[in-house]
């Protein structure tokens, strides 16, 4: 069909497109293979992505999600600490930052969606001025657009781009996630020594999301036993947490770096596009940021220069590439600063740290995007 758009893909992004676009009266489908996902855990969500959401019209929905987080604190591994941020003062009472469960926000993000979202797996994109899509069990379908919202491992890359541009984090291969009882924990708090990075969030007044990995690049152990051995010797609320674990998820932590978005009438969004290391927390922020300044091009908004579906790519990646860039850089540069020796590290930090804070979410405060008329 010449006037609908197919979003592969059925996670944040996708449905912050699939959700944008029907704001906008766009005819839109969703395929989605299902599969393994890792719902059960939390998400952190930063100011600018309490504003995404807001923008896509569930902001009373996610105020009732989760807690806000609050503060934040940097710890040593013996539970110093380092420094701090007010969240609150920093974002202002419309974007404070939350924690809230991944189940929830795909609730959040499905509720009263009057889209289809088809099980099926897309197995190739074929972009021109129709753009054929290849379904596994050999259906063929045309769409006027197709935006590709499917992850790490994205198939409709291979549409946009010969090279994978997917690599290792650098702050480390993998990484630990898991729910755990709060063991008192009342805001946002990482512990880091030499050999890794333990954060708690509280989901709510009874339970903690978590996150550990190494902070030194490349592989860290696939079995529970490494977090026993690389943070046993840490202050009580970790280790306390250690013994109360309920949900345990170890994943790989991969970035995208690709040098093109779009080719033809089709797009990458979200992680398919620019899967970022943790470190800012910034992942559903870009993908719900993707999600509305590509909806509001290819439903022509007045306000957005040009015009037509074939040149939405270009303009979506002018639109986008210098918000994303700053994020990937800031992300490098923590991810060396969190490698450094504990000895250099723990006097620097609390003189640089804020001052990083500051300058790395102060270019993420506003969004420019205009809602739906
Ligand atoms: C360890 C870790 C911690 C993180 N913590 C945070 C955090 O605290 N805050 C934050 O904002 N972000 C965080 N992120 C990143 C965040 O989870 C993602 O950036 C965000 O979920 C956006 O994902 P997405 O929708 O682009 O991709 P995905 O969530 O990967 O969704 C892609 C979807 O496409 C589907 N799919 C794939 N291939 C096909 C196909 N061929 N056909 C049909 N469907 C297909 C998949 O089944 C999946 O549902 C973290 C990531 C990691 C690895």
């Known amino acids: 069909m010449d006037n609908s758009v197919l979003v592969v893909g059925g996670g944040i992004a996708g449905l912050a497109a699939a959700r944008a676009l029907r704001e906008r009266d766009i005819p839109v489908e969703v395929a989605e293979r299902g599969g393994a996902r890792s719902d059960g855990l939390a998400i952190n969500l930063p100011g600018n992505a309490i504003t995404a959401l807001t923008a896509l019209g569930v902001g009373d929905g996610l105020r009732r999600l989760g807690r806000p987080t609050g503060r934040r604190e940097y710890r040593s591994a013996r ?56 379904f596994e069990g050999g259906e063929r379908a ?20 010969d090279q ?9 291969a993998a990484s630990w996630r898991f729910m755990a009882p709060n063991p008192g924990v009342d805001c946002w708090t990482v512990w880091s020594g030499a050999g890794g990075a333990f954060l708690l969030i509280p989901v709510d007044d009874h339970e903690v999301y978590g996150y550990a990995s190494g902070v030194r690049g490349g592989a860290i152990g696939g079995s529970p036993e490494w977090l026993r051995e690389t943070f046993g010797g840490y202050p009580s609320p970790v280790r306390s947490v250690l013994e109360s674990i309920t949900e345990l998820y170890h994943s790989p932590i ?15 969004i979200g992680d398919a596009a620019h899967a970022t290391a943790p470190i800012w927390a910034q992942g559903a922020a870009l993908a719900v940021e993707d999600a509305l300044v590509l909806a509001a091009l290819l439903a022509g908004d007045a306000r957005e220069p040009g015009g037509g579906w074939d040149t939405v ?32 590290r723990n006097p620097l930090l609390p003189v640089i740290g804020p001052r990083v804070y500051r300058e790395t979410y102060s270019a993420l405060r506003t969004l420019d995007i205009h809602p739906p008329r």
């Open 313 to 344: 790519g270009a303009r979506f990646e002018q639109r986008r590439r210098g918000r994303v860039t700053h994020v990937q850089e800031a992300t490098d540069r923590f991810s060396r600063a969190a490698g450094l020796p504990t000895w250099l």
């Open 164 to 172: 994978s541009g997917v690599r290792s984090s650098l702050l480390s």
């Open 254 to 268: 991969e970035e995208v770096r690709a040098l093109r978005w779009s080719s033809g009438r089709c797009v990458l």
């Open 79 to 134: 539970g110093r600490l380092l420094f701090a941020v007010d969240e609150d003062a920093f974002w202002g009472s419309d974007a404070r930052p939350r924690c809230v469960r991944r189940s929830d926000l795909l609730a959040l993000l499905t509720g009263g969606l009057d889209v289809a979202v088809r099980r099926a797996t897309v197995r190739e994109v074929r972009p021109s001025s129709r753009t054929e899509v290849l």
């Open 142 to 161: 045309d769409y006027g657009f197709v935006v590709g919202a499917d992850g790490v491992r994205s198939v409709v890359r291979a549409a946009v781009t």
